[in-house]
């Protein structure tokens, strides 16, 4: 295949649920022209509280199954997964680009203070595999690093309550675990693709001066500066295609994550696929 | 086998996740001389977002490998495989006794309120199913029936926010959901085996006269008059033997689940299964 042809080419994009939809959204705002294919794995969500052999397992099957569409990058939209599996999947992909949403997230955080503290606000498996700390602390081994697991935000993006006094509070509850110098950050990474969602109630709890830093739209910044680099973006001129997949439910699929597309989806709008 | 062999048999209980904990809890309580056996399908919860047919899949393979240890009752400990997958496991369970948690909810409901109008609080996947309105008006045709999900409530209970501002706005905020007349029902039914973790918090929202009917009470209820009826019922004097199965995340399980059970567990506690 010639550069032009795989110009051409879809970008996977893959994830535990829904959540991975906000990376979709801004990277189809970063690169309209590209042609997407994003694989929900409905069926064995949440990635979050489960083992990282079963992680590793998912992820690998997830990935063939974008590769059957022929994908010329694939982003793994999805932090548990990204923490676990990135370089089997790397592996896999064979000469092919992996982004996950850790590093661009790390990066981003580490550029907007150097030698900051920084606050990791994510699922429970994503905080027990500290792998932002690690991404964080490789870029800026002066940085000082925080995680908190905030399972229940997950369930409130979800169901669509990202405004308003129970946001607040909960998210308040989870803060009050830390000590004071811990709650005043000079960065908070929403290390969740769920937690964009709750970005204002997130920028309304903390002080203004607090840069607030979401694995979505670093992530997107990532892949377009990797797609010029490799000559590999897509030079229609046209918008590009947008493929769902999900492994189960697509109804719930559909009404939920719309919310995270920030577009309305109908149910008949994803596919179900089995892998 | 004769009739004493059997007796001596564990009973089964299934969920998928630690929710069902609360009914092995009312069991073990009920019926302190059985042993136990529990099979908490982790690596797939939670069941209440996903199709009939998985969930119908994935509760055959549950109860398939409980049959291994050679159960003599099997408990669906689940709201939502009790309401999807209960007919198919009785068949695969052959002539041996099967119950679930919808049944003897709507039944106590019934008892408490001959006539009365219902509030139902479930995860969406039940209440999609409609399972307890039909089971209720199959036993009372002229009882009214509300049904409302309150999915957040599920990670409530396992982050142990069980009580307090943040859960009793929660469950306001659900309830805002209903016009007044649903409102002020005369029974309650925790639908889902998280719910009874919340029971004081729902008791101070309703008024003290309305009954609140939770699954893992009466479940327990149901299997110790079915034992009794079918004299399978275990007669030693010692305390029956309890085990644990995950089908993933022991270390969690052990921490969340002990809230459930009432008791520290450990993650030796936990076996892990593949199904």
């Known amino acids: 295949m010639n550069a032009s042809d795989a110009k051409a080419l879809p970008i996977g994009v893959f994830d535990s649920g829904v959540g991975g939809l906000t990376v979709l959204k801004a990277v189809r705002e970063a690169l ?13 969500l949440p990635y979050g509280t489960k ?49 996950g ?8 955080a580490v550029a ?15 905080v027990r595999l500290g792998a932002y700390r690690r991404a964080i602390l490789d870029r800026d081994p002066l940085a000082q690093v925080d995680e908190l697991a905030c399972e229940l935000l997950v369930s409130l993006a979800e169901e669509g309550w990202n405004n308003g006094v129970i ?14 110098s811990s709650r005043e950050p000079d960065s908070v990474i929403l290390g ?27 992530t997107a910044a990532a892949v377009r500066e990797l ?5 590999l973006g897509n ?20 009404r939920v994550g719309g919310q995270f597309l920030g577009e309305d989806l109908a149910t008949d709008d994803v596919t179900l696929v089995d892998l």
């Open 192 to 218: 969740c693709t769920h937690f964009p969602l709750l970005r204002e109630t997130f920028a309304s709890v903390f002080d203004p001066a607090v840069s607030i830093v979401d694995s979505a739209s670093t």
């Open 235 to 254: 030079e229609q001129e046209m918008t590009g295609d947008l493929k769902l997949l999900a492994t189960d439910g697509a109804t719930r699929f559909a």
């Open 51 to 99: 083992s990282p052999t079963s992680i590793s397992r998912y992820a690998g099957q997830a990935t063939a199954q974008l590769q059957r569409h022929d994908i010329k990058l694939l982003i793994v939209a999805c932090n548990t997964a990204s923490a676990v599996a990135l370089d089997a999947l790397r592996e896999q992909m064979g000469p092919l680009p992996v982004i």
């Open 167 to 180: 946001a607040e509070a909960v998210i308040n509850r989870y803060l009050d675990q830390l000590d004071q």
């Open 32 to 44: 309209p022209h590209e042609d997407l294919i994003y694989l929900g794995d409905t069926a064995r």
């Open 112 to 126: 907007a203070r150097p030698g900051g503290r920084h606050l990791v606000l994510a699922t429970e498996a994503t």
């Open 227 to 231: 797609l010029q680099k490799l000559r």
């Open 101 to 108: 949403v850790v590093e661009p997230g790390a990066a981003a």
